[in-house]
């Protein structure tokens, strides 16, 4: 008899992004005529970059050559694009982050989940609420969580409540926790950690011997110079901090798949007999044996994210999506509704009318003016009562839901 892993029929409902389509589906299957626009699920729109296009066809050419074939490449990523990724992303901002303790995959979603790979089951997480519903989910995977309740949250977790009464950044516990995931800018509020947050933040886990998992895939949309866009602009962070990036938003990389994460040498774990050891070493353990690597083509396009053109042509797609916020964010205010976020992140984030629950909402939205967005219950129980819109769409197609939206 085969039996289940079990720990998936914890999950309370379908993951989020799957339970939007099915409701989508069901619309459009009734409404075949209605011309949607999506601003729900944070896909890009724009092309890939030309530096990024034009790098991956030299390299397709020489994958057609005897001399430059490549087949299984490093399972940790080509040194050439680790070294640019620690130069431009980590060291001139004053990070000193090495190019062998960045790791490249193809995709930071994976990763957040993956690394529990290396986590012991009896360790003390805590999680934002709202959150990116990843690391909940993974956790209750992976059995390292107990009954699910009512209001979406399972035992086994603590949940750090982002709201506008905190202005979106977490609290510091007074409890001890082993693990602490972090997101800035966060999705889904659009929130950025103040470097007094974040210093608190490291504080506490050198203080507690914890770890953040610190998920920064959205850094390149910050806008402040005085906001930081790593975890290891904060002295200590090496000491207690995973950090992990993506390509996939800043340099439309969503379908071509590429990211990273940064696991510092000084990071210490400990085994059931108080030995210590060393994190490094199991990623890149599990690395090895678990993922192949990504293609070389693909890294080839990466690296080109860093060239001269390559930053010029990446600024200008951040541009034009924060241009998108800054469109939504003004007309969502003059049409009444409380405006969070969507300054140093491709997300807003609104309160709902009084009337309606965060679900009530997206049907709203959704049969009267055939927009998609996302609601915030499905981040967490703190993020009832709240609205998630993207930056990523075309300029008129933003333009007409931000008019269908106000006509309401």
């Known amino acids: 008899m085969v039996k289940v892993n079990s720990n998936y029929l914890k999950l309370k409902a379908g993951y989020l992004f799957p339970e939007i389509a099915r409701r989508v589906k069901v619309f459009t299957d009734k409404n075949p005529a209605a011309e949607l626009i999506r601003l729900g699920i944070g896909d890009v729109t724009e092309p890939l970059p030309k530096a990024c296009r034009d790098a991956m066809k030299l390299a397709i050419d020489e994958m057609g050559t005897p001399d430059g074939f490549h087949g299984y490449g490093p399972e940790q990523g080509y040194l050439w694009l680790r070294q640019a990724i620690a130069k431009n992303d980590f060291q001139l901002r004053g990070c000193d982050i090495k190019a062998e303790e960045i790791f490249v995959s193809d995709g930071s979603k994976c990763d957040s989940s993956n690394i529990l790979d290396i986590l012991g089951e009896d360790n003390r997480i805590a999680v934002t609420d709202p959150v990116y519903p990843v690391y909940v989910d993974s956790n209750v995977m992976v059995g390292r969580t107990g009954k699910s309740y009512e209001n ?193 992140a491709p997300y807003v984030w609104i309160n709902v009318p009084e009337s309606m629950n965060s679900w009530d909402f997206f049907d709203y939205l959704l049969d009267k003016a055939h927009v998609v967005g996302t609601p915030g219950s499905g981040f967490g129980s703190s993020g009832e009562g709240y609205f998630r819109l993207s930056a990523f769409n075309s300029r008129n197609n933003v333009k007409n839901a931000m008019q269908r939206i106000a006509q309401l």
């Open 152 to 344: 979406g949250r399972y035992s086994g977790l603590e949940y750090l409540p982002i709201t506008a009464d905190n202005s979106f950044e977490p609290e510091i516990p007074g409890n001890p926790l082993d693990v602490i995931y972090l997101c800035s800018p966060n999705n889904p509020t659009g929130a950025v950690c103040s470097r007094l947050n974040l210093k608190a933040w490291v504080d506490y886990a050198l203080k507690n011997d914890a770890l953040i998992l610190f998920d920064a895939a959205y850094e390149s949309f910050i806008r402040d110079p005085q906001l930081p866009h790593s975890i290891y602009e904060i002295e200590g962070a090496k000491e207690c901090a995973i950090e992990f990036r993506s390509f996939s938003k800043k340099a439309g990389f969503t379908g071509t798949r590429c990211a990273f994460t940064v696991v510092p040498r000084e990071l210490k774990g400990h085994a059931s007999n108080g030995q210590k050891i060393d994190l490094w070493d199991l990623w890149n353990r599990r690395q090895s044996t678990k993922f192949n690597g990504v293609s070389y083509i693909v890294q080839r396009g990466a690296e080109a994210v860093y060239s001269d053109a390559g930053k010029d042509q990446v600024n200008s797609l951040v541009s034009f999506y924060m241009e998108n916020a800054d469109l939504i964010r003004k007309e969502l205010a003059e049409a009444g509704f409380q405006v969070y976020g969507g300054q140093h």
